[in-house]
């Protein structure tokens, strides 16, 4: 019985061993099977991610050296080009993709990328054989305007390009995560663990210390190919922990920032990456110590370039993007990718500056032609007018007066529309009626047509702060815009007057002018502003330009709409509040007689003594501001006083009109002044009581308009 039992128990226990033998090289075989499945899913996922990278960044440098060749001339970049264009290197990496297993999704977004990849050669080719074609006609550089290929069109597609990558990058990313997941998840059931740990420990380790160095194999490969492509990418690459201290420096970070990566590393990036001006603001990262999370504030990605300064204090543009490192659903660090855009800003920069000069050679050549229209009738009437003196024809000289007149008006009126653009077209600014200033333009423009105009408000007294000559030119200009749609036929205008409930700081009024003539053309609409653009032929193209200049120096905005043969135009004013607005001040009753002249052109002074001669005024004059001081005192000396200076503000051999005011005030503080120029760039006149003055006159100015300014002293 006990030899049974023997027998039976060590049976059972010969059984066991079995079982659990056979448990033991069942549970290696499907580690080891399930592991190497996962590292194999691993290790071709890794695969992806480098072909995609090196696919992604062969698009940019055809961008880049497309960029150096037509725009600085880079032949070497030219080579560089053409010995990517034959397409070996990206067909290589499309053949490498298909090797490793693509699904039909996968497939339509790569067939998409070649697609827009050859659109986007396309133009480069396009930009470079023209760039090379001139080249080889002039033998010269070429300015950087013939250069230009970033379209509109090159921008689209180059856009389109980035997001497909991005759904073929996400794609892959999913299928091969959930590959890895599926591949590897009996090792996380842990069905047969527990009794292989128990019983067989030294055996598992040995495995996993194996498997263990095989993978470090393969992330230290996958490293060194990170390494390299780090080392060689043209974009800054800095890894920071979860505290913001740096763990990875690539050589393009330090290009950018100046720091070795020797001091970069273990420093926090707020820095060693310095921002500056309206850049200053931005942290990339801040460590919440509370809860150990790092805080992005740019959220990974901004719209604008930022300004940072280098450690050798070179002022650099780029542009930040970020994402977040996450291991287990847990923040683990960030990589910030900080991409040079100096050069291209320089580039866009002196584009623009190329565009301006053009701009400013079409205004010059404009100017020219208007004023030499305008100077043709005033000399052909001045001649006209002598030969009537001749005859004694009186009637036909004053006939020959009124047309030099209307042409001078035209050159005052030319004038006031350059001053616009110039630096010295800044308003000086007063309260005035919104609604009056509306109600004169329209009138002016609309009398004696068949223009049916309405103006609705819900106050007639609202009050702005403006130039009124300027936002009145304004007004008439956009109203002369409709009346010239209408062409001969009737047509209504409406403009409506939209006013908030309260009054503060940011309060603004909304002026919408409607009509319902042939209205703009859509692709019009986006140049009407531009100066002399112009669809009518004999007109300047000054009028909604000058208007426009006139809204935004009034910290205004303007925009245009049309459809269905309705033109809109929205204007936003700041609106004057009630503690902006002064009270009138009572006017003095002391009666002006004598006069002090004060400018540099004897030829103006001349003819400002005998108009005011005419008009029963005492008039001295002076060509500066030191022989104008000399008068006064000697005035004074005599015991008498002028009542009224008149002073030039800009004197270029001499003191001008804000330093001889100051010192005039000193003498005198009673002393009465009106300042005179044909600029308003200067503070002085668009804020003239802060300096003393009563009064100003914005040459050109007729003497009839420098009596009434007289008169209202």
């Known amino acids: ?84 264009s034959n397409n ?57 305007t013939e250069s230009e290929f970033m379209t509109d069109t ?73 390494a390299a492509t780090l080392k060689n990418i043209a974009d800054g690459v800095i890894v920071v922990d979860t505290k913001g201290n740096i763990v990875l420096f690539n050589p393009a970070a330090e290009k950018i920032t100046g720091f070795s990566v020797t001091k970069a590393l273990g420093a926090n990036i707020n820095k060693v990456v310095d921002f500056m001006g309206d850049s200053k603001d931005f942290s990339l990262c801040k460590y919440n110590e509370v809860n150990s999370e790092i805080n992005c504030p740019i959220k990974c990605s901004i719209d604008k370039p930022l300004r940072l300064t280098s450690s050798n204090n070179e002022e650099k543009i780029v542009e930040v993007k970020c994402s977040k490192i996450k291991t287990a659903n847990e923040v683990t660090g960030v990589v910030y990718t900080l991409r040079d855009e100096t050069e291209k800003v320089r580039i866009q920069d002196e584009m623009e500056k190329a565009k301006r000069l053009e701009s400013l050679g079409l205004l010059a050549g404009g100017i020219a032609h208007d004023f030499n229209n305008t100077l043709t009738v005033i000399i052909g009437n001045l001649g006209l007018a002598k030969l009537y003196e001749y005859q004694g024809n009186t009637e036909r000289i004053a006939y ?48 004696n047509t068949t223009i049916d105009h309405a103006i609705v408000a819900p ?29 001969c036929g009737a047509g209504k205008v409406s403009v409506n007057i939209i006013k908030s409930t309260t009054c503060d700081e940011n309060e603004a009024i909304n002026i919408i002018i409607k009509d319902n003539g042939t209205g703009i053309k859509e692709e019009d609409l986006p140049k009407i502003f531009d100066i002399y653009f112009t669809t009518k032929e004999g007109s300047q193209g000054l009028g909604l330009a000058t208007t426009y200049k006139v809204i935004t120096n009034h910290d205004g905005a303007i925009e245009a709409e049309s459809k269905d043969g309705e033109t809109i135009f929205t204007i936003t004013l700041p609106i004057a509040c009630k503690h902006k607005i002064k009270k009138k001040i009572q006017k003095p009753t002391n009666i002006i007689k004598s006069i002090l002249v004060m400018d540099d052109e004897e030829s103006i002074t001349s003819v400002m003594t005998k108009y005011l001669t005419e008009y029963n005024y005492t008039v ?25 200076v008149i002073l030039d503000l800009t004197v270029p051999k001499g003191m001008g009109g804000e330093e001889t005011m100051k010192e005039l005030l000193k003498i005198d503080p009673n002393t009465k002044a009106i ?35 007289i008169k209202t002293l």
Do not use: W
Request: charged fraction near 25%.
């Open 400 to 447: 020959c007066l009124d047309e030099i007149d209307k042409e001078t008006s035209k050159a005052q009126h030319i004038t006031k529309q350059i001053l616009t653009f110039a630096r010295g077209g800044l308003p000086v600014k007063e309260v005035q009626s919104l609604y009056r200033i509306i109600k004169e333009a329209s009138d002016s423009v609309f009398k």
């Open 675 to 709: 300042v005179a120029s044909g600029y308003s760039n200067d503070t002085v006149l668009a804020n003239y009581k802060d300096y003393g003055f009563q009064a100003i006159l914005t040459k050109p100015y007729k003497p009839e308009d420098l009596i009434k300014t």
């Open 88 to 144: 070996k290197i990206r067909n290589n990496i499309i053949d490498q993709l298909y090797q490793l297993g693509i699904t039909d999704r996968e497939e339509q977004y790569i067939k998409k990328t070649i697609e827009l990849c050859d659109k986007l050669r396309t133009k480069e080719l396009e930009a470079i054989n023209s760039k090379s074609q001139i080249v080889n006609l002039l033998s010269m550089q070429l300015d950087t």
């Open 459 to 487: 106050l007639a007294d609202i009050k702005v702060d403006v130039d009124y000559g300027q936002m009145l030119h304004a007004f008439k200009n956009i109203f002369n815009n409709s009346l010239e749609s209408f062409g």
């Open 1 to 84: 019985m006990k030899l049974s039992t023997f027998n039976l128990k060590n049976k059972t226990f010969k059984i066991l061993h079995i079982t659990l033998f056979a448990i033991l090289i069942s549970a290696l075989i499907l580690t080891n099977y399930f592991m190497n499945a996962g590292i194999r899913s691993q290790s071709k996922y890794i695969d992806y991610l480098v072909l995609l990278d090196f696919y992604e960044k062969l698009s940019e440098e055809y961008t880049q050296y497309t960029i150096k060749y037509t725009v600085l001339g880079d032949q070497e970049a030219l080579e560089s080009y053409k010995y990517l």
């Open 154 to 226: 090159y921008v689209s597609l180059s856009q389109q390009y980035k997001q497909t990558m991005i759904k073929l990058r996400n794609a892959i990313t999913s299928r091969m995560s959930d590959e890895v997941t599926i591949k590897t998840s009996p090792l996380n059931k842990g069905f047969f663990i527990m009794t292989v740990i128990a019983l067989f420990v030294p055996i598992l380790v040995f495995n996993n210390l194996y498997k263990s160095q095989k993978l470090n194999r393969i992330i230290a490969e996958d490293r060194e190919l990170q």
């Open 620 to 644: 001295d004059t002076a060509s500066n501001g030191e022989t104008a001081i000399e008068k006064y005192k000697e005035k004074l000396q005599q015991g008498k006083t002028y009542d009224l």
